[in-house]
């Protein structure tokens, strides 16, 4: 925890089990159900090594697309268990990305992919359905800026460039997350 925020890092590697179609494992896969469903976070941000977003890196199974039921399980463990305030993170991109995942009967899941800061090696911004917005163009980082002081707390997105400059921005409030 941070503050109010709820940081939750995922072991994509080490349990990732291929022939079994997990990524995470049955014990770790538990212990993030109870985590989720316990969290007192305003916001609760998952870590995952990969993106969840599907599409995003076509015809690999190295993202969670490789592991498409566990995925739709954690996704259901949201709608069912009625889990406010998630947001998604994730690496493994050499670009920066914002991605919105529609979650069936729920609320629609923000991602936020970060790119690389020193390489120069890029993959190019796929346009998918949900993409808020995509950078390639030099190296960058992701931001996120809580504040969970306002009445409605709120997150925002922010895309800066190896030279400091500021190309994206996105405001999110705790309100379109339940």
Known sequence: MIGDV???MLDGRYYRDLKGGSMLGPVQKAWLRKT????????KVIASP???SPRIKPGSKD?????PEERAEIFSWIRKDRIEGVLLIAAD??????RTIPNDASYTLYEFESSR?????????????????GYNKTCSFALMQFDTTRPD?????????????RHHSHTLRRS???
């Not at 707390?153 to 400059?165: A, E, S």
């Open 93 to 98: 991109r050499h670009r920066t990305d914002l």
């Open 6 to 8: 709820h940081f939750i």
């Open 63 to 67: 993202p969670w697309d490789g592991f």
């Open 153 to 165: 707390p709120q997150v925002t997105f922010g895309l800066i460039d190896i030279d400091g400059k």
């Open 50 to 52: 990969v993106p969840f």
């Open 117 to 133: 800061l020193t390489n120069r090696h890029t993959h190019k911004v796929v346009k998918t359905d949900g993409l808020v917005w």
């Open 176 to 178: 379109s997350l339940k």
């Open 36 to 43: 989720l469903t316990a969290s007192s976070g305003t916001f």
